[in-house]
């Protein structure tokens, strides 16, 4: 107990010089927490969805996963089950009730202005009939269900969202032609909705616009008489069709579901962990900072325990007591705050589109567990190396004069083993820059990053001598004595130095390392463009829906192309000549698309790989199985017949666009494919007639904008839209790095704050012999700035670093060109400077108003 009142004492003396810890710990934890209860949240959301939407058992095509699931997405049309199974299925035995279902979501809705009204965070549009089923899952909040072919019924979210009222014209475009129809009713959803748009019509409507006929349905959904369990329906069921359907319970069906989301959950979540996990490895550089001061300035006070009788090892534990103390009162505040964070990003995504509802807000006992455990186990291990010290402190060498401790240099063993790691470190980077294996270069890359961080790291001490040396010359001596004042200062202890430019070196190394890619992935994918694609234009789906055959034909149709080249996609399995079978997707495209995409050839010409009865394989996949041109493939099409296609090229797969595709004939498909069967078209390119560039532009522009779910690109426009978005994505990465960035910056103002506090009487007596406040004060921000300055020189060399290897590996993916952006990384670099003013504000302010006389006076 008296181990405990004296780490609480100790803590409660210097709660002021621990707080910034703890908010380092607070943040962290937050962040773990507010991921944790987000994805808790979102997973309540679909789990809600999914169960009330479910009947007791559902019937579908076979290879349907899901009852949200389009089989049919390449031909743009629902999988469909004959009207006649519905009364089958209802005179089965056990069965109360069944009713067939229409749904598709390969349509997109538009307003009278043709707006989309489809969300834009990657929901899907559903479009359906109106039953009984429906009430499930929504009510009628206004007007009436539809009752003839001009009716549809809105959901509640997508009307309030874009402005929709009962009586506006909606037009639904669907492979099968455009229709529109009146809005009779408004449906507001039970649970929530995630975002999706969805719209209802009767039933004979929607089986002849959606599925091409009336009398098809794309799914029965049962009710099981009382008495009559689910999986026993399912069997009397299974036994009733002859296994020729899917058959799924309730809760398969709600499975399903949750499989189909769990991916981008899961992405989504890890990902947040990651970048809150870099939040905590800079945290441990501010707890270890923090802690190895307060144990150097309480020097003469654990000397005065040892003096009357506490052992090293009481002292070590007064220390990691403290560490408890400090890891338990951060973290459960980061729990609560991470709750406040989980909202936040709830209101964040509704306000996007995607959306939440705090009526769903899910804390499981499990979030405060994981964030309490993690933010005082950390702590604790941050302080431990600290503690340990204050336990070696004997009684006589801690009765001298108060102060730090005497050895401040960097040591020579931990130099020799920072180099050997960084050396270590560099050796991997360039062996994966050189590596001609993915998975290989892949391990290490990994490894070079981790060893070059944590060399860094351990021989930051040894570097921080002549960097700060450096940045001193070019930075603070025009400052005159304040300037080499500031620059002894940050060199009077190499390793605190060390560690503090350490922790905003890993976030700016993180963004240099990124950017580096990022950039080049622009630059690579930009000329590869100039270099591969012949077509002037290119008009695809940001969401991957077909092209409807009216969208086509309105391209085919514009005046001033000189052609317009189909692509398509077709599920094929294609059996080699060694016996192995692959399931691939064969490219169908027309002959000029040869010149459209200019494909290099290992072997062949690409033009003959659309000739009767010929295809082309890609050049990984030739050398994996020896095929070679000549040789006959066995291709099996999806829905149609088994074939056998003469390879008549190899393309090589040192490409980023199409690479490893698989070509073969629109012709040669559709001879093998029934005609319900050919996928519809998911890119078109266009060719303008020499000198009709603009005209065939401004036309194909106005032609396709009744149909707004495409996009059409010149070249120009294409490459733009990537470096827009690889933009946003590195935007994203900026934004999750800046927590770090911002625990790094909380580290400085600790630093310098424990160090004006240990300097206390150094700063009375430098103002008793003439320094002034504006001096002192202008000598800590500088101090601050030489500090930021050197951990940014250091993560933006790491970074470089890291960002060129990975581009060297990339490359093996078509990723060609390194382009490092200089403008980012001298922003940051100056940036860097701006946070290091910030930092020094409220430690220079202290400073500025101390008492010279109690300054001199304090021991």
Known sequence: MSVLRTSLRNVLAHKGRMALSAVAVLLSVAFVSGTLVFTDTMNTTFDKLFAMGASDVTVSPEGAATEDDDSGPATGRPEALPASLVEQVAAAPGVRSAQGVVESMSVTVVDSRNKNMGSTTGAPTIAGNWSDNELRSFEIASGHAPRGPTDVLVDADTAEKHGLAIGDELRTIAVTGDFTARISGIAAFKVTNPGAAVVWFDTATAQKQLLGAEGLFTKVTVDAEDGTGQRELKRELTAELGGKYQVQTEEEVADAGRQDVAGFLDVMKYAMLGFAGIALLVGVFLIVNTFSMLVAQRTREIGLMRAIGAGRSQV?????LEAVLLGAFGSVLGVAAGVGLAVGLMELMSAVGMELSTGDLTVRWTTPVVGLVLGVVVTVVAAYVPARRAGRISPMAALRDAGTPADRRAGRVRGALGLLLTAGGAAALLAAARSTDAAGGSLFLGLGVVLTLVGFVVVGPLLAGGVVRVLGAVVLRVFGPVGRLAERNALRNPRRTGATGAALMIGLALVAGLAVVGSSMVASATDELDRTVGADFIVMSPTGQPIVPQAERAMKETAGLDHVTEYRIVDTVLTAPDGSRTKEGLVAADPTYAGDLRRETVSGTLADAYGEGAMSVGSLYADEHGIKVGDSLTVAFQGGETTRLKVAAITSDDAAVDKGAAYTSIATAAKHLPAEK????????????????????????????????????????????LEDQVGQLLNIVYGLLALAIIVAVLGVVNTLAL???????????????????????????LESVVIALFGALLGLGLGLGWGAAAQKLLALEGLKVLEIPWPTIGAVFVGSAFVGLIAALVPAFRAGRMNVLNAIATE
């Open 316 to 320: 070590n534990r007064s220390v990691l």
């Open 678 to 721: 050919m996928p519809k078209n998911v890119i078109l390119f266009g060719k303008a007639t020499d000198g009709q560039e603009a005209a065939a532009y401004s036309a194909l522009k106005k032609a396709f904008a009744t149909y707004p779910q495409y996009d059409v690109r010149d070249q120009t426009d294409y490459k733009k839209n």
């Open 755 to 781: 160090s004006v506090v240990e300097r206390t009487r150094e700063i009375g007596l430098m103002r008793a012999i003439g320094l002034s406040r504006r001096q002192l004060r202008r000598m800590i921000r």
